[in-house]
């Protein structure tokens, strides 16, 4: 039996988006309290996987020592040739970029970051800016893919996509900003599941209830899981992943902490999330969004994010 502390989880749905490219990785799964090696000679992987998911099994298990082979192909996958192959349909290109994501998350929830980890995510994230850089607006780009990937997914790549255009309106505007920011939006929420944000969403919105000590620590979690490469994992992004549920009114959470605290980036990264929370509320209705800045500068007036909030005014067009 093998020890569960030397495996990772992974879904079979992410894991068939790739599965022609890594034949040979060992799968286990659970059994009667103890963990199974399933037996496949090499070319049979795929065909695994399929029947896996045929009979609803929704996760297996991978070995730690796995995990880098599993992210080179997934990266080799990724690379602009094959990514930018014409014959390569777009739809499949977000599904993949989502699936390759929720790979190197379960990875890095398990492992912490390292060198293999951070470059997928740059990788993902580059990958997602340029599929949304091609649609003509973001309401476009969620009317076409909002099918091909999940709520969360379409979220943290939206944010992503605004938050470059509002740093562009800086003169200190460059691409090791926006990878910082975009890294602090792919990984603020990796400790939480899908049930999770739903929770998060409706105490933030309402103001009612209290949020479990899980739920309301996670910024600082994720932040001390990544703290320990803080090679890898840049002080500005830990700072956000820190900031991303605090509110200048120091009514948001873990810390309640007030205006002051928050830098530019921080600043930006908040309220693009926070727009891209709000239109979504709005059924993406782009229509919406004076009354979508209005909120947000009502609710984020401190100096400390006047420059930002201009930027994103200008960049939505309000
Ligand atoms: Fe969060």
């Not at 569960?4 to 749905?13: C, R, Y």
């Not at 963990?35 to 996760?59: A, G, T, W």
């Not at 605290?261 to 919406?288: D, G, S």
């Amino acid at each position: 039996m093998d020890n569960p502390q030397n495996l990772i989880k992974m879904q079979v749905f992410n894991l068939l988006k790739f599965a022609d490219a890594f034949a040979g990785i060992e799968l286990h799964l659970p059994v009667d309290n103890r963990f199974v090696k399933l037996n496949y000679s090499s070319d049979q992987f795929i065909e695994i996987l399929r029947k896996l998911q045929q009979k609803e099994v929704i996760y297996v298990y991978i070995l730690h020592a796995d995990s880098h082979r599993l992210m080179d192909k997934i990266q080799d996958s990724m690379s602009a040739k094959t990514f930018y192959d014409p014959a390569t349909i777009v739809e499949q290109k977000v599904e993949n970029t989502e699936a390759a994501l929720r790979i190197v998350k379960q990875v890095i929830n398990h492992l912490g970051p390292d060198e293999k980890s951070v470059k997928l995510l740059a990788t993902v994230n580059h990958r997602a800016l340029s599929i949304l850089s091609e649609s003509p607006t973001l309401h476009a780009f969620f009317k076409k893919f909002k099918k091909n990937c999940t709520e969360e997914f379409m979220r943290t790549m939206l944010t992503n996509y605004l938050m470059s255009l509002v740093i562009d309106k800086f003169p200190w505007k460059s691409d090791a900003l926006k990878e910082k920011g975009a890294l602090a939006s792919l990984l603020c929420d990796m400790l939480l599941e899908k049930e999770d944000f739903k929770i998060i969403r409706e105490f933030e919105k309402t103001g009612i209830g209290e949020l479990s000590e899980r739920l309301k620590q996670h910024p600082i979690e994720v932040a001390e899981q990544l703290r320990k490469k803080r090679s890898l994992i840049p002080g500005e992004t830990l700072t956000i992943i820190e900031l991303h549920h605090e509110t200048p009114d120091g009514k948001g959470f873990p810390r309640g902490l007030t205006a002051s605290r928050f830098n530019h980036l921080a600043c930006i990264f908040i309220l693009c999330q926070r727009f891209v929370e709000e239109l979504y509320e709005e059924n993406f209705n782009f229509e919406k969004r004076v009354e979508i800045i209005e909120r947000l500068q009502a609710k984020y007036s401190a100096k400390s994010f006047e420059k930002s909030m201009s930027a994103l005014v200008s960049v939505v067009n309000v």
